[in-house]
């Protein structure tokens, strides 16, 4: 019903930015909370900040002022600005569509497959 495929990873230096994007398709009417997460080796799975439509944010901790969720629910993305890298960034990021709206139904929970972020020292 919703497909979600990141992209926008790879390898950067310390103090080096990257924009990781999520573009979602499928049943859609209007994306209404978004996420992204983020699990390193051995690590659990950790939120790194949310949007909703109406474009509240939130931020891990670990992420405040140096990350940036953005959307555009008319095309169906959402990007993920990350400022001021470091090593402990490097994970596997995963968009999350926490609830989609179909246009008939509430879709919760898509995942989509991740994004390799690496952070040289």
Same mark, same amino acid.
């Given at each position: 019903?919703?497909? $979600?495929?990141?992209?926008? %990873?790879? $390898?950067?230096?310390?103090?080096?930015?990257?924009? @990781?994007?999520?573009?979602? =398709?499928? =049943?859609?009417?209007?994306?209404?909370? +978004? %996420?992204?997460?983020? !699990?390193?080796?051995? #690590?659990?799975?950790? @939120?790194?900040?949310?949007?909703?439509?109406? %474009?509240?944010?939130?931020?891990?901790? =670990?992420?405040?002022? &140096?990350?940036?969720?953005? %959307? *555009?629910?008319? #095309? #169906?993305?959402?990007?993920?600005? +990350?400022?001021? @890298?470091?090593?402990? *960034?490097? /994970?596997?990021?995963?968009?999350? /569509?926490? &609830?989609?709206?179909?246009?008939? =139904?509430?879709?919760?929970? /898509?995942?989509?497959?991740?994004? !390799?972020?690496?952070?040289?020292?």
């Amino acid at each position: 019903q919703v497909q $979600l495929v990141e992209s926008g %990873g790879g $390898l950067v230096q310390a103090g080096g930015s990257l924009r @990781l994007s999520c573009v979602a =398709s499928g =049943s859609i009417s209007r994306l209404d909370t +978004m %996420g992204w997460h983020r !699990q390193a080796p051995g #690590k659990q799975r950790e @939120l790194v900040a949310t949007i909703t439509s109406g %474009g509240s944010t939130t931020y891990a901790d =670990s992420v405040k002022g &140096r990350f940036t969720i953005s %959307g *555009d629910n008319a #095309k #169906k993305i959402v990007y993920l600005h +990350m400022n001021s @890298l470091n090593p402990e *960034d490097s /994970a596997v990021y995963y968009c999350n /569509a926490r &609830r989609v709206w179909t246009g008939t =139904s509430w879709v919760y929970d /898509a995942w989509g497959q991740g994004t !390799q972020v690496t952070v040289s020292s």
